[in-house]
C-alpha cells in the first residue's frame, strides 16, 4: 500500500498557497500524482428579492465564482510548471450547499487528501463543508495542516489516539505506510474504560497488529487530568516530540459536535501538528 495519488482541494483563502507547496512536497516524498482540484464558490442564498433581482443576483455570483475558480487554477498551473513531479489541475463552480456530492466524488478515487485546517481566522465556512465531504462522501483519509505547512520530516514521530473505536482502526490502516516510515509511534490511549473488550490490556492488539506490519509501537496509557480529552492529547504530543496525530474523525455525530464540541472539532482547531483522520 503506498500513497500514489493525492489531491489537494484550493478555495480562496489565506492558506491556499502554503497548502499547495505541502502538497507538492508530499507527492515528491512518496513519488505520487498530485491533483489539484480548485472550486470557485458560489454562495448564493435564496430568500426573498424584488421582481428580476433574484436571476441578476445569481448570474453575478456565478461569474465571480467562476473568476475564483479559473484564478486559482491559473496560479496552481504556474506553480506546478516548475515542479519536477507528476501533476494535474481541474477547476469547477459549487454552490455551498452542493459541495458535498462535487467534492466528495472528486477525492475518493485519490489515496490521500492534503487540506488546511478549516476552523481558525481567515477561513472560509466551505472549508469545514470540503473537508467533511472528503471524509463521509469520499471516504478518503485526510491529512490535515495547521498553518497550511508542512514539517520537514513528518511522520518521524506518530501519536496514535486510540479509543478502540471503528473510526481510529480505520486511521490506523490508511496510515501504515507513515507508520511503517516512523521511527516512533505511541499508540496513547486516555481514560480506558475498565469495562472494555480491552480492560486487561488497553492497545495491546493494536500493537500486536502493528508489529506484524514491522510497526515498532508502544502503549501510552493516560489519565485525563485536563478538562477536555483533546487537552490531553495535545500535551501529550508535546511530550513525545511528536510531528503526527493519527485518529478517527466524527464518532460522535457532526451535528453534536457542531453544537457541544468534540475532539475531532478540538483538534483540528488547536492540534500543533498534522492531524491524519479517516472515517
Known sequence: MAYKTLLTILSEGDEAAATLDAAVGLARREDAHLEVFC??????????????????????????????????????????????????????????????????????????VVLPRPYGEGREPEAEAILEAVLFDGLVPVLVLPGGTLPERLGRRIVVAWNQGAEALSAVRHALPLLQAAERVTITVINPPPHGPERSDPGGMLSQMLARHGVRAEVAILAQTLPRVSDTLTRHIADQNADLLVMGAYGHSRFREAILGGTTRNMLEQAPVPVFMAR
Do not use: F
Request: charged share 25%; net charge negative.
Open 39 to 112: 472550486l470557485g464558490i458560489d454562495r448564493t442564498q435564496v430568500g426573498y428579492y424584488y421582481v428580476g433581482a433574484m436571476a441578476l443576483i445569481q448570474q453575478e455570483t456565478l461569474e465571480l465564482a467562476q473568476e475564483q475558480a479559473q484564478r486559482l487554477a491559473d496560479a496552481a498551473r504556474d506553480r506546478l510548471s516548475r515542479e519536477d513531479i507528476r501533476w494535474s489541475v481541474d477547476a469547477a463552480v459549487a454552490q455551498i450547499g452542493g459541495l458535498s456530492a462535487l467534492v466528495g466524488h472528486r477525492a475518493r478515487y485519490a489515496d490521500l
